[in-house]
């Protein structure tokens, strides 16, 4: 007997099949190494580079609390506070949400990442009382092979983010604690960035409902004390500047912004070899501005600091290739492309959240939707920029992890190596309903608890 309409269930919503694509995602990528027996090798615990350990500790109880107080008021307080507000209080509850994550393990969890042999800081402290250019002259041939070969992050990464630790060496932060501490204040601004971004985009109200998402979740239990979150927030700073230049109604300003915003995408490309990929991000950018004024300065800016590393000695496209071959007679030959590039779409679900699951899918639903509705060149001429912004960025995000994806060159350890990518694609969080908004906070922080406190992920 068929059911009279009322009672016929309608389909369900991009939101719910977003969530449940990353839920199974995230389970399938846990479960089917451990019941098939395939080899995947990551520590003890795919996709994530891991293994279990469940404890509590002295972050323990501020987490929970920030936790508990963030689900609610953290969406209130974003809608209604005053930027003046709203931005450093966002700076505040993210070093604080970052810190008490990190200290459930006691100082031990700041203190001692950076200083384990295949880190930052033994080295940087080693080379800090040398010119950096002296550094730089050698740093191709050491990230393969021979006597002095490079620790696994120095030689897997661009000689930016070994100088990044070693102005912190010369500025008297020598012990992986007080470096630890300066990674965690630096990456603590990301989110700022972010929302300083669509605000200046005109995209006001996204911002706002996005905020509680870029602040509180479990990236955080990657960001404390990883590199790759100072990563980000280069990067996202980069796409601030770039917004404010190109908004600007003036030449002269817009042309300085540009070339500031161009710098720091130059020194991100300079920090991971992955983050050329933030010109997806940056194209995006102008698109959700209308406006492609910058892209000259901007390209300048980021020449600018790839050709002088080059004249220092290091030239970028000369060492890709050798750190592809590194990369390659490494683990990564090891680690089947076959899980991976789905395995590692379900690390990234769990460092930035079930909730990417839903953001995603409404922001490909709201992007088609608009499209239909409007057409491309209407959509970017005449639509409203707040209805446009949140879309196009979300939209870069998923695009620069895609991109790094099926690019090969990322496998495991994404949750920590896509840091970058992660708070653009939780800019989706702007589009969905503010039923889901609720919910979805409370899947992000339990996701984080439950991470931090039942496994030792190296961070």
Known sequence: MSLPEHHVRRPRTPAVVGLAVAVLLMAAAVLIPRLTGWRVHVIAFPPLHAHWDPRVGPGTLPAVALAVLGVVFAHRVAARARWAVLVPGAYAVTVAWFAALALVDGSHGIGHVLDTPYEYMDTARAVAGHPFAQTLHGFIPRIVGGPGKWPVHIAGHPPGALLFYVVLVRLGFTTGLAAGWMTLLVAATTPVAVLLTLRTLGADSAARRAAPFLVLGPAAVWSAVSADAVFAACGAWAACLLARSATSRRGGAAAAWGVAAGLLFGCSVMLSYGLPLLGVLAVGVLVAARSWRPLVWGLLGAVAVVGAFALWGF?????????????????????????WVWGDLAAFAFSA???????????????????????????????????????????????????????????????????????????GTALLSPRWRWSGLVVQVLTALLVQHTLDTGW
Request: proline content about 8%.
């Open 315 to 339: 030239a970028w496209w000369e060492a890709y290739p050798v750190l592809r071959e590194r990369y390659y007679n490494g683990v990564a030959h090891k680690r089947p492309f076959g899980y």
């Open 353 to 427: 959240g079930p909730v990417i699951g839903p953001a995603v899918a409404q922001t490909l639903v709201r992007a088609r939707a608009v499209l239909r509705g409007h057409g491309w060149i209407h959509a970017y001429r005449r639509l409203p920029r707040a209805t446009v912004v949140p879309v196009v960025l979300a939209l870069a995000g998923a695009a620069m992890v895609f991109l790094a994806d099926v690019s090969g060159m990322s496998k495991a350890e994404v949750e920590r190596i896509w840091l970058p990518f992660a708070p653009w694609v939780l800019v």
